[in-house]
């Protein structure tokens, strides 16, 4: 018997907000598209959060800091402020917090400079890739000396990743020398930046390490992966048999709160859509990936909250 999907309706909604304190809430696609706000959205928000309700922001977007993505969010009228943005990078930081000695083991770290700050801020030490481009390039790789105290190779979305950055990574994994835990910040293939427009994500560069290495990483902080919210979950009081997960895509934010036992609601404003409906009414999508509810947007919730 494949797994249930309700279409959101009041009643639903009521009994819903009854056994619920918490909203995960993922941003691209449910909140805003780019930089343009999914309208309606705002006034959900701000009505859920003066109901009581917590309300966090979780995204696998690793190329900006916790304080950069407040800004954003709050740029639109949502209630938020630091403390509620739950990164992949914040994640990652979290979880390296926890498996590393601090006073010494390094991360050797290929993404964005805001995910070095957020590895910082965390008292994480961090080694950035230092093999300079051009000529003679690959004889530098060479005989380029390791840091001794690199523990973790981590890598994530990196516009500017190239060649001789991989193979620093590469030989950090390959050394005899060290034993380094590989961890990704997330493995998303790809990520929207416009209507029908997809640029390659954190995912694509995973593969790229992972292939040279012939190993695939130890841990992936992001969702759909529990590590998201085990990373934090202590921190935050976030109780799973109380918590909603709102997002837009099926193999990721839905799965993520099936591999978390989080009730879930797909919106339709991003990735998916109503053909992706009908695909999970027909049993033809994985139980892990089918949503408790869906409605068409966010914003649909204001009918309810009157």
Do not use: W
């Amino acid at each position: 018997m494949p797994k249930k999907c309700e279409h959101l309706n009041k009643e639903i909604f009521n009994c819903l907000m009854k056994s619920i304190n918490t909203i995960l809430l993922d941003c691209d696609g449910v909140l805003y598209r780019g930089n343009c706000m999914v309208p309606g959205v705002d006034a959900v928000l701000n009505k859920l959060k003066s109901m009581g309700k917590r309300l966090f922001y979780v995204t696998n977007n690793s190329s900006k800091t916790r304080i950069q993505f407040s800004k954003k969010l709050a740029s639109f009228g949502f209630p938020v402020c630091e403390n509620n943005v739950i990164s992949s990078s914040y994640s990652t930081a979290m979880y390296l917090r926890s498996k590393l000695n601090l006073n010494k083991d390094h991360v050797f770290c290929i993404g964005s400079d805001n995910l070095v700050t957020e590895l910082k801020q965390a008292c994480l030490k961090v080694v950035t890739p230092e093999i300079p481009e051009g000529v003679g390039g690959v004889e530098k790789a060479l005989n380029y000396k390791l840091h001794p105290d690199v523990a973790c190779v981590l890598i994530a979305n990196d516009e500017n990743l190239t060649y001789l950055k991989v193979a620093e990574g590469m030989r950090y994994l390959l050394s005899k020398d060290h034993e380094c835990i590989f961890v990704a910040t997330n493995s998303d293939s790809s990520y929207p930046v416009g209507v029908d427009i997809l640029l390659p994500g954190a995912g694509s560069c995973v593969k790229m390490l992972e292939t040279a290495v012939g190993r695939n990483v130890d841990v992936t902080c992001g969702k759909p992966n529990v590590t998201m919210l085990k990373a934090v979950q202590d921190e935050f009081e976030i109780e799973s048999d109380k918590t909603l997960m709102v997002g837009d895509r099926l193999d990721t934010d839905i799965e993520f709160a099936s591999h978390c036992s989080l009730r879930s609601l797909l919106v339709l404003t991003g990735c998916a859509n109503s053909g992706d409906v009908t695909r999970i009414q027909n049993g033809d999508v994985p139980d892990t990936s089918v949503p408790n509810y869906y409605t068409e947007s966010l914003a649909d919730l204001a009918k309810y909250l009157v």
